[in-house]
């Protein structure tokens, strides 16, 4: 079976500093790994995935995420934060042959990022 | 491209009551699925179809039914709403690769 766990329901930081938003997961199998951003009453949009190319994925807003095997996460960075990067992040696991049959996406339970002046 | 759209965005039912929420996708994605989500538990999958004419069933399909008679349409069937049902509830949809899934803007569910 697979999941996700994120380190801390809440951060809060600076504007400017950097943001780091943890994802550990868990899978029998290769994984593919995703970052979702939540704004406050909308929909979930993509930010970043990991489909077992190169292990440094670089994604929109200037945000990235490392792949890392032996640590099994799959950490959220961005290195100075603003204000509008305030909402709710979402990590999510799934590999190659169950989304193949239908996208089932293991989420985490979300990290809400807030971002302090 | 409209992407994908829910309607309603609002509802309030009385528990017993049933009510259909509307998804359509203009993408022409074979992969649609219909998740719900509660604070501190994540975006949990309720069912998902790849393609028209197939549906499964995810992680939490109790209580609703679904069914997909085109490649646009997937709509999500409360058959008797309970309050435990009262959620935020998205629709999602995706092209084999590279598998970026695309949600709507959600339906929040409010069941007394």
């Known amino acids: 079976a697979q999941s996700v766990t994120q380190l801390g329901s809440h951060v809060s930081v600076s504007e400017g500093a950097l943001v780091l938003l943890r994802c550990n997961y868990s899978?029998?199998?290769?994984?593919?790994l995703f970052w979702y951003v939540q704004y406050p009453n909308q929909g979930l949009q993509l930010l970043l995935k990991y489909t077992s190319a190169a292990t440094l994925v670089k994604g929109i807003n200037g945000f990235e995420a490392e792949f890392k095997k032996s640590e099994t996460s799959f950490h959220l960075t961005k290195p100075s934060a603003h204000m509008s990067d305030a909402a709710e992040y979402f990590c999510a696991v799934t590999h190659g042959m169950i989304y193949n049959q239908g996208g089932k996406l293991i989420f985490g339970q979300g990290t809400e990022l807030s971002v302090k002046p | 491209n409209a992407g994908v759209t829910q309607t309603p965005k609002f509802q309030v039912l009385k528990t017993g009551q049933s009510m259909t929420l509307q998804c359509a996708q203009d993408?022409?994605?074979?992969?649609m699925s219909w998740y719900r989500q509660d604070p501190g538990m994540g975006l949990r999958l309720i069912h998902y179809s790849v393609g028209a004419g197939i549906t499964d069933q995810g992680e939490v399909p109790n209580g609703y039914n679904v069914s997909r008679s085109t490649t646009e349409d997937f709509p999500l069937r409360l058959l008797s709403a309970a309050p435990s049902q009262t959620s935020v509830y998205f629709c999602?949809?995706?092209?084999?690769?590279?598998?970026?899934?695309?949600f709507g803007p959600g339906t929040r569910l409010t069941v007394t």
């Open positions: 993408m022409n994605h074979e992969y």
């Open positions: 899978s029998s199998v290769p994984p593919y």
């Open positions: 999602a949809s995706r092209r084999d690769s590279p598998y970026e899934q695309y």
